[in-house]
């Protein structure tokens, strides 16, 4: 079992920067590196769609094309966190941001239905 709480949403100007963060708690017999990580985002009447995943060593990232060179994942496995630094923020950048553990391949990280564990979501408001 895996428990994982995201924080750091808010209310920005456009421009700005948020940093958000997710803490996994496990169970005994599990380790953090036992999971591929990502950030999703969904707003209202959309689907949930992938911002960012990182490997379990860090070796592989991949960011959705809309935030290429503004958004920056990362992981510390000591601390059993991954966070996602968001800079040069942009309106439609505004969602409900969800942080995600998968245990499988890790050419499942683009699919919202293989990962096992998710948060409860952080708001993040980008205003004009």
């Known amino acids: 079992q895996v428990q994982l709480v995201e924080s750091g949403g808010g209310l920005v100007q456009a421009g700005g920067s948020l940093r958000l963060s997710c803490a996994a708690s496990?169970?005994?017999?599990?380790?953090?590196?036992?999971?591929?990580m990502a950030w999703f985002r969904q707003v209202p009447g959309k689907d949930r769609e992938l911002v960012a995943a990182?490997?379990?060593?860090?070796?592989?990232?991949q960011y959705a094309d809309s935030v290429k060179a503004r958004f920056r994942i990362s992981r510390d496995n000591v601390q059993n966190t991954v966070t996602l630094q968001m800079n040069s923020l942009k309106p439609e950048d505004t969602a409900v941001y969800y942080c995600g553990a998968n245990s499988k391949n890790w050419y499942t990280y683009r699919l919202e239905r293989e990962y096992d564990y998710w948060g409860q979501g952080t708001q993040v408001t980008v205003s004009s």
């Open positions: 496990l169970s005994s017999g599990r380790t953090f590196t036992d999971y591929h």
């Open positions: 990182i490997s379990w060593h860090s070796n592989i990232i």
